[in-house]
């Protein structure tokens, strides 16, 4: 009888994991990276309302600021999209950007009287 050697089975449990250790990863990846389009889609509907007098008279010295905060944050996710890579991790400084950039615009508009702002948080990422 011949018996298979030990450094094979490793190799079989190794090649029979590792497709489902890749999957998991880049699972994680593809829902940060939906999380934060969501949350973005999100701040550009309460832009929208508020511009559109939603949440009471808007100030128009505002809609200006409002447009680079809302660049800024659209630039970050184009930045954490260009970065998503189903073989690698998204680098951790990318995530934190976006997150920064998603928080300034949030609190501009919490700022402006757009109240229901800050029922959407980033917590989860």
Known sequence: MTQTPKRYVKYFIFFICFPFLF??????????????????????????????????????????????????AYQSIINLRSRYDKTKPIPQAEIQESKKRLDIYRSYLNALGATSATKDNLLGF
């Open 23 to 72: 999957a998991c990863a880049s699972k994680k990846q593809q829902s940060i990276l939906e999380h934060v389009q969501n949350e973005y889609k999100n701040m550009v509907n309460l832009n929208e309302r508020y511009m559109h007098n939603f949440y009471g008279k808007a100030d128009p010295a505002s809609f200006e600021r409002l447009k680079r905060y809302r660049y800024e």
